[in-house]
């Protein structure tokens, strides 16, 4: 079973510009979970979608917004990007069944100049 | 809000001792903890886990301990092996709730 996949796994940007990142979970995990990590902070939590939802959301400004289609594909967009946008974006899949782990991607490394 | 807390960002060990990383968490909602491990360049693998309904879960040289009233548990790695060495993150969950995550602790096992 082929794992999560993220693309880009790279991408340089300018402040002010916005981008685009995919995710695809596993085959038949509908839950699809977005994550930022910087140096020293862990996991962020961004935002969790399930069956094409938004199922939960953490703290993040609204120029971080996502969508999940209806193969569970996920995107997530940063808009106006800020030089703190720079970051290890990682997405996780699960079945969507309360309490399953999480498997992650290998993350996208957004760097903003 | 830092709902699940390391405070170690790093821990130093011999190869073949014991490691222990530590893991508190403040939101007593939550009831099913897990720990990941991240190499460089790689996203975070699922390690163990375990439902607050126990307070010990064991899985080869991997074992966690939970601690409800202290609101703390830990992973215990015996014996340590120098492939061990990477970040672990504490993470923890309540019913249908996002997943919480620590800022993750380095792990080095010296040869």
């Known amino acids: 079973k082929a794992g999560v996949t993220q693309t880009p796994r790279y991408l340089i940007k300018t402040r002010g510009q916005q981008v685009t990142l995919s995710c695809s979970p596993i085959s038949g995990h509908r839950s699809v979970s977005w994550y930022q990590q910087t140096p020293g902070q862990g996991l962020q939590f961004l935002f969790e979608y399930f069956s094409e939802t938004q199922r939960n959301k953490g703290n993040f400004p609204g120029r971080f917004s996502g969508r999940q289609f209806s193969n569970s594909r996920s995107e997530m967009n940063v808009s106006t990007l800020e030089l703190g946008d720079s970051a290890l974006y990682l997405c996780?899949?699960?079945?969507?069944?309360?309490?399953?782990?999480?498997?992650f991607g290998p993350g996208t490394r957004l760097t903003v100049l | 809000d830092q709902q699940v807390k390391q405070n170690s960002p790093s821990l130093s060990v011999q190869e073949g001792r014991i490691s222990i990383l530590n893991c508190d968490y403040t939101n007593s909602m939550f009831d099913y903890f897990l720990w990941y491990k991240k190499y460089p360049a790689e996203g975070p693998t699922f390690l163990i886990s375990i439902s607050s309904i126990k307070d010990k879960n064991e899985d080869g040289r991997f074992t966690v301990f939970l601690n409800k009233s202290a609101k703390h548990l830990s992973l215990h790695i015996v014996p340590s092996q120098p492939g061990d060495s990477a970040v672990y993150f504490c993470?923890?969950?309540?019913?249908?709730?996002?997943?919480?995550f620590g800022a993750g602790t380095r792990l080095t096992v010296k040869p």
């Open positions: 996780a899949s699960k079945r969507g069944d309360t309490y399953n782990e999480q498997f």
């Open positions: 993470a923890a969950s309540a019913y249908n709730n996002d997943m919480r």
